[in-house]
DNA sequence: CCTCACAATACTGTCGACAGTCGGCCGCAA
DNA sequence: TTGCGGCCGACTGTCGACAGTATTGTGAGG
């Protein structure tokens, strides 16, 4: 049917991963809305006024509804009625608890089996830090870094529960960086300095060290954040 | 209309939680079928299928599979056909460095705040379980000892991260199960002692003894069950 | 006998529709 | 004016159907 036509020039081809789904993208523009404000806190989520918005039908919706449940940006109700979540102190307090948890067993494994383009990858997040203008890029390149370290520590489960959490870590820090935009200089100084030396601890290959230096770095973020609210 | 009729006696009346859907009725099935070894590792899951062999429509059987994907008991491939998950060796340490890094944060909290109704219901499972004629029954109190530990804690995230844990537990505990049926004795009189340990550690309330000891009960189990896969 | 092309099959992603149910609003009566 | 009852609207849970696509079996040809 067509002419020979030998491939002229091969077309995007990243078939990789292209598979994006309608229910995959809705949940990826929830979650964005979400995490700046647009969706408030404690507002309801219909499917049929999202899926007109949307132009989708009502099945995609639902399923990325599902999907955002699992992610703890929204919940539902006894009578399956969907709401964006409220973030409180104590969430806060949890959220941390558990990457205080999670992410120092992570470093430890990390450093006994990263390999040189994983250090690399890494390297090139501190690099592309420099060149941050806002702080919503900032922490997006953050997240980045650590999600890096818990995928090169080579356990898949510790590695997914640390990504079940990542979308209210974006939230929360979507909400505060809305109020303190002007500290971006500050934030990424002391960002690259912290990372820099993680990197050098995995480098250095030893896990206790390189357990203790993540410890510190989740536990010092824990104890500043507070700070930026008392000081608007 | 009606005559008076002074409520002859009051239905059932359970409407806490009656909102059964389809959906988690169908996951509820494949979860037991799963951890029962009915549906093996590896085997596909196509929605047709089972829509036909549980006779609902395939909207319940997909949002179903979306809950076991969350479970981590099956998994998509990239053209979104459905298998069972393969448990490793390697999934097995992945799981219990999860429990160890997980339960003995939610110990330590337990033990602060722990109240009266929910220690009677821990002294309860313990009761329970003298009682229990099967490895199955037996793991499945050994979970909900642990499960109310966890909630006791109040801590929702590190509950629902160790829920999200937990039917990957029952699915690795059925398996060993069904091998060593012969062992419920034994077996229920090490968790009856440990447990009763670990309720003595809550009404104790010292958060640090209370966290070491539950780190040195989920260790025992972690280095106590390959001795069982050695010596069939 | 092996290989290649084609047809038939099977499954996913998506859509529109329907029943059940609950809340809210309006009108009516005391 | 206030309390009550019924009607309307909206939303969820579920169903069946369709298009697109990859897989498998089959048959023809070398």
Redesign the interface.
Known sequence: MKPPAPLPFLPPADPP?P?R?LAQEVAARLRREIAHGIRAPGSMLAEPTLAAAMGVSR?PV??AL??LE?D?LVAFD???RTQVCTMTAI?FE??F??RL??EP?AMAHAAQRIAPPELDALQANIDATLTTQSLGDLSRLDLDFHALILEASG????C??WH??RP?LECWLGALHRKHQALTGQVRQMTMASHAELLQALQNRQPEPARRLMQRHVQGWYEWLPTLEASP
Do not use: F, I, V
Request: hydrophobic share 45%; proline share 3%; net charge positive.
């Open positions: 991963t598979r789904t099945a639902r399923e599902l999907e699992r703890g006894a009578r399956g969430d949890d959220l608890a558990l948890a999670l067993m356990r898949p489960r510790l997914a529960l079940s959490l209210q």
